[in-house]
């Protein structure tokens, strides 16, 4: 008889075994890598190892035993890891960037992996990595414990693999909703984005591993990311991207800041001394390194001097160049001192000498278990009309299911932040136009939800093909998606291929049509109205169809909330016409990046950020727009209801009320808007939390309102104020519904 192939005989076994199995194999696979070592051999000697000292006392006593070119050696990475382990630098795992320790001082490897959303690639001492939710769909859980539990899962299978370090933590802020990579970042407000960052990275941390905040900074768009200059205010930086960096650090510690490849107001982020030096290290406090993202270092010592530390993934400025300029005066050997002081502080910090690496085969039961779980509570309800969910299987007969390879996966965002496919691409490779889907089949979960019902697919290339399976079925749930990823924007908010005349099609077809999304961020739906009712589901990992249907059937009630601003159309932007690159000038050539094997026909150029303070809700409402979807929205399959707010300058109490017939969850916010003289026309997000409240039950909520939240950046002092006079406070369920209202003055 024929053997049967690996995964044909998963797919024959019920769940438990498949699982069983599969973890076997991975062990098995595993195993042998495991028995070999990738770090130097240890040598654990020295007053550097008194464990009772400061990570900056133990750093000090380090460089004072380091030669020059042994400093220089930490300050740069040992080249591009690209192609098969037989081209990595000895030791070497593979993935995103490598740095050589330094054995006799027991300074251990520094080894990166990009994950954001999980490791991106496997290193050469394993073969799984959970690929999680995106970030943006994190945000959108508005979870602190949740942002917990997704960095620390993030940090043990880094661990297990042997990396020490992550480059996730994306904190920069959707100023442009056509951001290719938004999906890697954390919404639009500086409060949300950087509170969950800051919490996933500190329990990133926890793991040993250092965590990273990128891309900074005012890296807001992607095309031409490598020419662009941002032209922007400083208050303005400060109380938008820069804030959110700044909350992030606080709030985790991280050890690392990877700076952008942008230009700001002139100076590239790399070496901009009002970004590095004075903004990050002197007024936020940031006792880490500065790593430069992949080909974002241009000079030697102009960077050193305002403030990187770290040249990736080569040593074009920071090998050679850099000993000449140390020797030379023109970078002072007090600053090289720093740079190495810094990296090492970081090591020491999150217990690299102490706590080394100590491989093991992941956990992959618990890391299917949590990408499930934050699925379920980041996939956002955006419209239900006449309670089409949740669908009761009982009652229906049939389903459609339609559009965007429903039958075999979910999508997922492109570019360093993909994570391997547990499996491999849910669709072929000659098909899938560069895009890879998770293999999470909706068309399977919805089938196991209603094992009564007939189920069927429709690809949705084909509109009358797709609308006539709509018109013979019950319910049809249409799929849709926004490819996005790193190195372009999208060209619109559009939905791509026809989509739009697709889901037109079957709602005409069919009154009980319900849309689900996968994007990497906001989109536009002309077809809204038409619609029974609408799931943001972002790309939801590796279980995201477990999730989704789970959502659908009623088994989760859904609580997530939108941290982005959805536009009815471009033309409410506060750039209708994305600020995509300039025609290239005839014959010019640049360098993509420094050391690059290829060129491009391009020109630097510039950028306004002509909105200023107005980032995403905050542009809605100082321009009285009405936004198709505001921040903050998203709705459950219970209600809720609010009263009795007390604020102060210090604090706010409230009660939240669940209203409706079953257990649910509720986000709520604390909205506050400034005095006049502050000139800021609009409210700022300053508060949040999450709820759970059985149906009935009430709950007395109290949150502390942070000063820094309430003031504004005052350029002309270099530095926060709390403006005096009346500020309001308004509390609710988004940033649109705030059904309570309050006042209290600062400053009389």
């Not at 520094?110 to 394993?126: I, K």
């Amino acid at each position: 008889m024929a053997t049967m192939p690996m995964t044909k005989l998963l797919e024959t076994l019920p769940r438990p075994s498949r699982l069983t199995i599969a973890a076997l194999a991975l062990a098995l696979a595993v195993a042998p890598a495991l028995a070999q070592s990738a770090q130097p051999p240890r040598k654990p000697a020295g007053p550097w190892m008194n464990k009772t000292l400061s990570p900056d006392q133990r750093a000090d006593l380090v460089i004072k035993a380091l030669t020059l070119d042994e400093k220089i050696s930490l300050l740069h990475a040992n080249g591009w890891e690209m192609g098969g382990p037989e081209t990595l630098p000895l030791r070497a795992l593979g993935n995103a960037g490598f740095i050589a320790g330094i054995p006799r001082f027991g300074i251990p490897d520094l080894q990166m992996a990009d994950a954001t959303v999980g490791v991106t690639h496997s290193s050469v001492f394993g073969r799984y990595s959970t690929p999680l939710p995106s970030t943006i769909a994190e945000a959108s859980s508005w979870d602190v414990d949740l942002a917990r539990e997704y960095g620390s899962l993030i940090g043990r299978e880094l661990r297990d693999q042997g990396y020490t370090m992550t480059l996730g933590g994306g904190v920069d802020l959707t100023r442009e909703p056509r951001n290719g990579r938004n999906f890697e970042y954390h919404g639009e407000d500086p409060v949300l984005a950087g509170t969950m960052t800051g919490a996933e990275m500190k329990a990133l941390q926890e793991q040993h591993i250092i965590g990273d905040l990128k891309h900074y900074a005012m890296n807001d768009q992607e095309s031409g990311r490598s020419f662009v200059n941002v032209k922007v205010g400083k208050r303005a930086m400060r109380e938008s991207d820069l804030l959110g960096f700044e909350i992030a650090l606080k709030g985790s510690g991280a050890g690392a800041v990877m700076c952008s490849y942008n230009l700001v107001n002139g100076d590239y982020a790399c070496e901009n001394d009002y970004l590095l030096n004075q903004a990050l290290k002197k007024d936020f406090g940031f006792q880490g390194f500065v790593i430069s993202d992949w080909g974002a270092t241009h000079s030697t010592a102009k960077a050193a001097n305002a403030g990187l530390d770290l040249e990736m993934p080569e040593a074009d400025y920071f090998g050679e160049a850099l000993k000449k300029a140390v020797e030379s005066g023109e970078v002072p050997v007090s600053r090289l001192d720093n740079m190495a002081h810094r990296i090492l502080r970081s090591e020491f910090a999150v217990g690299l000498f102490d706590n080394p690496p100590d491989r093991r085969v992941p956990d992959v039961f618990h890391g299917l278990e949590v990408a499930e779980r934050v699925a379920e509570q980041t996939i956002v309800l955006l419209k239900n009309a006449n309670g089409q969910l949740p669908l009761a299987a009982s009652n229906i007969h049939s389903i459609a299911i339609i559009g965007s390879h429903a039958d075999v996966g979910v999508l997922s965002g492109g570019g360093s932040g993909q994570v391997d496919p547990i499996g491999g691409n849910a669709i072929p490779w000659a098909v899938s136009n560069g895009q890879v889907w998770h293999r999470s089949s909706p068309l399977k979960a919805i089938r196991a939800k209603a094992p009564g019902a007939k189920v069927a697919y429709d690809p949705g290339t084909d509109t009358n093909a797709a609308a006539a399976l709509a018109k013979a079925s019950d319910v049809a749930i249409v799929f849709v998606n926004q490819p996005t990823g790193e190195g372009d924007d999208v060209r619109s908010l559009s939905l791509p291929d026809q989509q739009d005349a697709l889901v037109s099609a079957v709602a005409a077809a069919n009154p009980h049509t319900i849309v689900v999304i996968e994007s990497g961020g906001a989109i536009t739906m002309p077809w809204i109205d038409k619609v029974s009712a609408v799931l943001e589901a972002w790309y939801p990992g590796t279980r995201g169809a477990e999730a989704l249907a789970g959502i659908l059937f009623g088994d989760v009630n859904p609580s997530a909330k939108l941290p982005v601003t959805f536009a009815k159309s471009e033309a409410d932007l506060p750039h209708p016409v994305e600020m995509l690159q300039p025609p290239p000038r005839q014959g010019e050539e640049v360098p993509m990046f420094p050391g690059a094997p290829w060129k491009v026909n391009t020109r630097r150029f510039d950028i306004e950020y002509d909105e200023g303070l107005l980032v995403g809700y905050k542009w809605y409402d100082a321009k009285n727009k009405q936004p198709l979807f505001p921040f903050g929205y998203g709705l459950s399959y219970t209600t809720y209801s609010y009263s009795g707010l007390k604020a102060s300058s210090a604090q706010v109490t409230f009660d939240v009320k669940n209203t409706g017939k079953r257990a649910g969850a509720e986000i709520a916010e604390v909205y506050a808007t400034l005095p006049l003289a502050a000139g800021e026309p609009f409210q700022r997000l300053v508060a949040f939390k999450k709820i759970a409240l059985e149906p009935g039950e009430s709950k007395s909520v109290t949150l502390d309102l942070n000063p820094h939240y309430l003031s504004i950046f005052n350029e002309d002092k270099n530095g926060w104020e709390l403006v005096a006079g009346e500020y309001t406070v308004e509390v609710g369920g988004s940033s649109r519904d705030l059904p309570l209202r309050g006042t209290f003055r600062t400053g009389d």
